[in-house]
Structures are given as C-alpha cells and as structure tokens.
C-alpha cells in the first residue's frame, strides 16, 4: 500500500464500516480512495474519497474550501477529492489498487499532495473535536478499528 496510491475497497469494508451516509457506487466498487497514513497511529490508514460529480460539489467547495479538491488525477477525468468524507480503516480492507493501463495509480504532485494534507488534516482535527456531524460514527469507527488492530 503506497499514500496518495488509488485504491478500491473491500465489500466487507463497504457494507460494515464505511458510513451509508458518505459517496458510493457499489455497482462499479467505487468509490476509489486515496489512502493517507496516520501519523500517530501505525497500521491506521484514512482514507480520502473521490467523486466525479463535480457541479454537486462546486458551491460547497466554495463555501468550505477544506472540504476538498477539485483535480485532473490521470489525465482524462475530473474529480473531487472529498477531505470532507475522510474515513479510517485498515490495510486488509484494501481490495485491489487502481490502475492506469496495468500500472498502479500514485498521485506525484507534491504541491496537490501538500494541499491534500492539509485539508484532510484539518477536517480530522474538526472530527476528533466534534465540530463535523459525523464525528461520533467516524471516531466510533476509529475506535473500533484500533481495538481490532490490537487483537
């Protein structure tokens, strides 16, 4: 598992821990993620949805500009890289990578990887102070994620 690498989710992770309220298309296993280590807590990913609805997430990027990013990733396609929906899980429940013509997707921006950072730094910090609605079932679930990571 590489940070800032695209990445598909297993179905366990999807219907058990992933918040229903939160981007999915389990038709097509999307959505894809980048993953981001934690920094304090060694085996705890989070990771950071994208969307390409990217009229829907215009005005709210306007008006909470941590919230995420709008980014051409691999060339074709536009998405939102939602900081605002920023999930913790493990490594296990990666399913696959996402790949570009069979070649692992990683993004190697480092001024759009600074960016990323940053906003997703400071929507945990909103999570774990109770300022986001759903910071109890995002801190419930990290909880839950590291008692599983001490078995």
Same mark, same amino acid.
């Given at each position: %598992?590489?940070?800032? @690498? /695209?990445?598909? %989710?297993? $179905?366990?992770? %999807? *219907?058990?821990?992933?918040? %229903? =309220?939160?981007? *999915?298309?389990k038709a097509f296993k999307r959505p894809f993620f980048l993953v981001i280590n934690d920094s304090l807590i060694n085996g705890l990913i989070w990771l950071v949805p994208l969307s390409s609805q990217i009229n829907k997430y215009k005005p709210i990027l306007s008006k909470y500009p941590n919230? @995420?990013?709008?980014? $051409?990733?691999? @060339? &074709? =396609?536009? =998405?939102?890289? /939602?900081? *605002?929906?920023?999930?913790?899980?493990? #490594?296990?429940? +990666?399913? !696959?990578?996402?790949?570009? $013509? @069979?070649? #692992?997707?990683?993004? !190697?921006?480092?001024? /759009?990887?600074?960016? +990323? /950072?940053? &906003?997703?730094s400071s929507v945990r910090y909103l999570l774990e102070n109770g300022k986001i609605q759903q910071h109890k079932e995002i801190m419930a679930l990290k909880d839950k994620l590291i008692e599983e990571m001490k078995k």
């Open positions: %598992m590489i940070t800032f @690498g /695209l990445y598909v %989710m297993t $179905n366990d992770y %999807m *219907q058990n821990f992933y918040p %229903m =309220s939160y981007p *999915q298309d919230a @995420g990013e709008i980014v $051409n990733l691999y @060339g &074709k =396609s536009i =998405s939102v890289v /939602l900081t *605002q929906n920023i999930v913790p899980a493990l #490594p296990e429940h +990666i399913d !696959r990578e996402y790949t570009v $013509n @069979g070649v #692992p997707y990683v993004l !190697r921006d480092a001024k /759009l990887e600074k960016s +990323i /950072l940053s &906003k997703a």
